[in-house]
C-alpha cells in the first residue's frame, strides 16, 4: 500500500457579503486584552509575564463645571474637556481655562492666589508669585529681568529727581503816580480892573 501524505484542511477564508445583505454568520468580535510582557514591567512588579492586563477605567470628566474668577470673584461656567473662545469672564474678561476649579467636596485648598503664569513659555499648571510689569502691567515671575510681553526692564532705575521749580520774582512795588497840579489862572480881573481905574483918571483929568 502506498505511503500518503497527511492532509491538512484548508484554512477557511471569509467571503465579505456583497453590498446590501447581511451576513449570515456574523458573530460580534470581542477586544482582546493586552498580554504583559517581561520587559515593559517594573522592577518589583507582582505581576506576572504573560498575564492578562485589566483595561484600566477612565472617569468621566463634568461637562461643564462654574469657577469662581480669581481676578472679580464673578462665577463663570466653564467646559473642562475644550477650550473655547468664549469662556472668559464676562466682568473682568480674565481668561476662565486658566483658573483652578475648587473641589465642592474636599477639604479647602491652600493659598487663595488662584492667578496663573499667562507669560509665553508658562505652562500654567502651578501656582506661583507674579509681578506686574511697570510698562504694561504684564505678570511675570519675581525673578524676571526683562518683560516677556513688551521687553521692558522689571528692575527700571528710579527717575530723576524732578529739578527745583525756581523761586517767583518778587512782585514790583507799585509806584505813586502824582499828577502835575494844574497851573493857576491869570488873575485876568486884576487887569482890567487898573484899565478902568486909568481909564476913569483919565477922564476925569480931561472933564475937569
Not at 120 to 125: E, L
Not at 151 to 157: E, L, R, T, V
Not at 171 to 194: H, K, M
Amino acid at each position: 500500500m502506498p505511503l500518503t501524505a497527511p492532509t491538512q484542511d484548508a484554512p477557511t477564508q471569509d467571503v465579505a457579503p456583497p453590498h446590501g445583505t447581511a451576513s449570515p454568520q456574523a458573530t460580534p468580535v470581542t477586544p482582546q486584552l493586552g498580554v504583559i510582557r517581561e520587559s515593559v514591567l517594573p522592577h518589583g512588579s507582582a505581576a506576572q509575564p504573560g498575564s492578562v492586563l485589566p483595561a484600566a477605567a477612565v472617569p468621566d470628566a463634568p461637562a461643564e463645571v462654574t469657577i469662581v474668577c480669581p481676578e472679580c470673584g464673578a462665577p463663570s461656567t466653564v467646559s473642562l474637556a475644550r477650550r473655547d473662545a468664549g469662556d472668559f469672564c464676562p466682568i473682568c474678561d480674565y481668561p476662565m481655562f486658566w483658573a483652578r476649579p475648587q473641589d465642592r467636596k474636599g477639604a479647602a485648598q491652600d493659598g487663595v492666589d488662584d492667578a496663573r503664569w499667562r507669560s509665553p513659555g508658562a505652562s500654567g499648571a502651578s501656582l506661583i508669585a507674579t509681578v506686574p510689569c511697570p510698562a504694561c502691567r504684564e505678570l511675570n515671575v519675581p525673578s524676571a529681568v526683562v518683560c516677556v510681553r513688551c521687553g521692558a526692564d522689571m528692575n527700571p532705575p528710579p527717575p530723576p529727581e524732578p529739578e527745583p521749580v525756581p523761586l517767583p520774582e518778587p512782585a514790583p512795588v507799585p509806584q505813586e503816580i502824582r499828577e502835575p497840579e494844574p497851573a493857576e489862572p491869570f488873575p485876568w480881573w486884576w487887569f482890567a480892573t487898573v484899565l478902568a481905574l486909568v481909564g476913569v483918571a483919565w477922564y476925569v483929568s480931561i472933564r475937569y
